[in-house]
């Protein structure tokens, strides 16, 4: 195969297994929370059958399953940003054919590093306030 061919076949396939894993995780959410229905509506129906007292609804159908970032979380990703840059920094600088100016582009990591770091500092030790703040993490 041409490689110029296969070259353009690359973000093809990066784009489209992109989108599709994406798409892939909305489905098996939807069709797992479907199910969770379908199940409590049986049990309602059964309920009612019997003259029982009728369950509410599961919190699961509710529930979204992102995990809450912890200000921890952005303590050690701006630890590790900020060394990534530092370290391609000092390799650039350290490479004989690279110049000064090369290094510039570790600057970059380290920007975002320095940018999470300062928001722990600012604001992830605040304590938490709203609803969220009750439920367990």
Partial sequence: ????VLGIFVPIIAIVM?????????????????EIFEL?????????????EVPPLPA?????YRRRREPSDYLRRGLVWLLV????VIALLATPNAG??????????????????I???????????GTDADTPR
């Fill in 119 to 129: 928001f722990y500092f600012v604001d992830g030790r605040k304590p938490p306030t």
């Fill in 85 to 88: 840059g530092s370290a391609i």
């Fill in 18 to 34: 992109g989108v599709g894993i994406g798409m892939l995780g909305l489905w098996l959410d939807y069709r797992k929370k479907r």
């Fill in 60 to 64: 699961e159908l509710f529930r979204s």
């Fill in 1 to 4: 195969m041409d490689p110029n």
């Fill in 100 to 117: 000064p100016k090369a290094a510039y582009w570790g600057l970059v990591p380290a920007a975002i590093g320095l940018a999470q770091l």
């Fill in 40 to 52: 409590h509506h049986k049990e309602r129906m059964a309920a009612i059958e019997k003259g029982m």
